[in-house]
């Protein structure tokens, strides 16, 4: 009984009537604010072991923070972590937050290509493909097809395979091992297509990106269409990402 309790004190009540207006429950961390406060920089930088804060001025790249909390644990005057969950981005750039620029993300129509709205935009099939990720953002990324966040009601489905898909979501840094398989996948998914990173890893590399175990260079010649960072990533995070891209609303 008292699990039972420790488990909805720290999680929330888990029923979310509006995927895109609701409240996140529990201690979710999502978009960073940065304030003026005069701090150490650079010790700041040192603290963070993904090497994912810059400074002068301060900036948190999102693509390589791991949402640890740790920044605003030694600074809760400069670093404060919202519950806004909406922080997917279409550039890379976009998921950089400077110290002082607090606004919300809105992705850059100008980068979304205009066949990704016209062919896919009232449906959509995707197929993950893991290339060397630790089942975390694997597991939500199955649970945004649950009742809570019911993705399938925006027509957009996970399918078995590439060949089915209008494009591929890939999660972990992307092994060795497995960056032919994620080639196969994408050569396999019709044109066009779409491209996703989700989660830290797929994103940066994260932890892993100096690794001889890791090859990214697969990626180097994609156009990715929407990074959707966290670590894991928030099944929130995902569907808001994904029907900005396609620019849905909920219905």
């Known amino acids: 009984m008292l699990k039972a309790f420790k488990i909805w004190f720290h999680q929330g009540k888990q029923y979310i009537p509006d995927v895109t207006t609701t409240d996140v429950p529990g201690i979710f961390r999502g978009r960073p604010e ?61 998921l950089i937050v400077a110290e002082g620029d607090n606004k919300p993300f809105v992705l850059d129509a100008d980068s979304i290509r205009s066949e990704i709205r016209r062919l896919f935009g009232r449906s959509l099939k995707l197929r993950q493909v893991s290339a060397g990720g630790d ?43 497995m960056a032919a398989p994620l080639v196969d996948a994408y050569n396999a998914t019709p044109d066009p297509k779409i491209v996703i990173l989700a989660g830290t890893d797929a994103i940066s ?3 892993f990106v100096d690794s001889p175990a890791i090859d990214r260079s697969v990626l180097k010649d994609w156009h990715i269409d929407l990074y959707v960072p966290g670590n894991p990533v928030h099944p929130l995070t995902f569907v808001n990402g994904v029907l900005s891209l396609l620019g849905r609303k909920n219905r």
Not at 40 to 45: F, K
């Open 135 to 177: 089942n975390s953002c694997e597991m939500e990324l199955n649970a945004t097809g649950n009742v809570n966040f019911d993705i399938g009601r925006f027509g957009i489905d996970f399918v078995a395979s590439p060949r089915h898909a209008d494009g591929i979501v890939v999660t972990g840094p992307i092994s060795e091992n």
């Open 205 to 207: 590399g994260g932890l």
């Open 34 to 94: 940065i304030t003026d406060a005069k701090v150490d920089e650079d010790a700041l930088c040192n603290l963070c072991p993904m090497d994912a804060i810059s400074a002068h001025p301060l900036r948190i790249d999102l693509g390589r923070c791991s949402f640890c909390g740790e920044c605003a644990f030694a600074c809760p005057g400069k670093i404060r972590f919202t519950k806004d969950y909406k922080i997917a981005h279409n550039t890379r750039e976009g």
